[in-house]
């Protein structure tokens, strides 16, 4: 089975097929990103929102939007919601919470370099607190300085070790090196594979072993080649099979269940 770590889909119907100006990638309805991980043999993904991202007065009809994915194609998307660190405390407790108990959501997914905030942001303490108490996981974009470079998402695993945090680019082409040591040393950590290298790629495998990666490709925004890109990257991986296939999807099932290493 394979599980995609990080990927995209658009909920909000006003923005399917829009281009986003900053970065030029098209976003996609629900049925286009369905059928462009199917043509991939991708079996399921996490699925995160794309421009509730970028707005965030758009969040809660973006996490709506997400269940009704998740309600429309249950054995293939596997939804993690977002708020935004730096809304009032009552309101981001009350969504944490939505996302978790009303809408039976898997995690909870940030970008700081986009939404503006550092991770050392006290919203983040407050969404640290929800999730553990909530059992939820929490992804974060990394490998961007200032807001999100990849240290910055291991000492807020650090700083919260009840906390699952999934470092959602593993430090991308740049910044890679500092995941090694934080996901040895932080029982917590993990890492998913979507913006190193190949050989980045092969450095965390040997230094790390499977248990803490996760095959991930961004897809849902832009060309579906991209996913084809990340799926060679792991049958590339100068590994056995066995670890091939728990990158591939093993280790994300176990995590969704709980069950992580």
């Given at each position: 089975m394979i599980i995609d770590a990080h990927?995209?889909?658009?909920?909000?119907?006003?923005y399917q097929g829009e281009a986003h100006a900053a970065y030029g990638m098209a976003t996609v309805g629900?049925?286009?990103?369905l059928r462009q991980f199917e043509e991939n043999g991708v079996d399921a993904c996490f699925t995160f929102m794309r421009m509730g991202l970028h707005l965030e007065s758009r969040i809660p009809e973006s996490n709506d939007g997400l269940?009704?994915?998740?309600?429309?194609?249950?054995?293939?998307?596997?939804?993690?919601g977002t708020v935004h660190p730096a809304w009032p405390e009552k309101k981001l407790r009350s969504e944490i919470r939505r996302i978790a108990?009303?809408?039976g959501f898997h995690g909870l997914k940030f970008v700081p370099?986009?939404?503006?905030y550092p991770m050392s942001a006290v919203g983040m303490d407050i969404v640290a607190e929800e999730a553990i108490d909530l059992e939820l996981p929490?992804?974060?974009?990394?490998?961007?300085?200032?807001y999100c470079s990849a240290i910055q998402i291991a000492y807020y695993a650090r700083k919260y070790p009840k906390l699952r945090v999934i470092s959602a680019h593993g430090g991308l082409r740049e910044l890679w090196p500092d995941m090694i040591d934080a996901a040895k040393e932080l029982a917590n950590l993990w890492i998913c594979l979507s913006g190193p290298t190949q050989w980045a790629i092969q450095t965390l495998y040997d230094k790390l072993g499977p248990k803490k990666l996760l095959f991930g490709s961004d897809g849902g925004l832009g060309h579906p080649a991209i996913t084809?890109?990340?799926?060679?990257?792991?049958e590339r991986l100068e590994a056995p099979k066995e670890h091939?296939?728990?990158?591939?999807?093993?280790?994300?099932?176990?995590?969704?269940?709980?069950?992580g290493a």
């Open positions: 990927t995209h889909l658009e909920p909000l119907a006003d629900l049925q286009t990103y269940a009704r994915a998740r309600d429309s194609a249950p054995d293939r998307v596997y939804p993690w108990k009303v809408l370099i986009v939404q503006g929490v992804t974060s974009h990394d490998g961007s300085p200032e084809t890109a990340y799926l060679r990257r792991i091939k296939e728990m990158i591939l999807g093993g280790n994300a099932l176990n995590f969704i269940k709980g069950r």
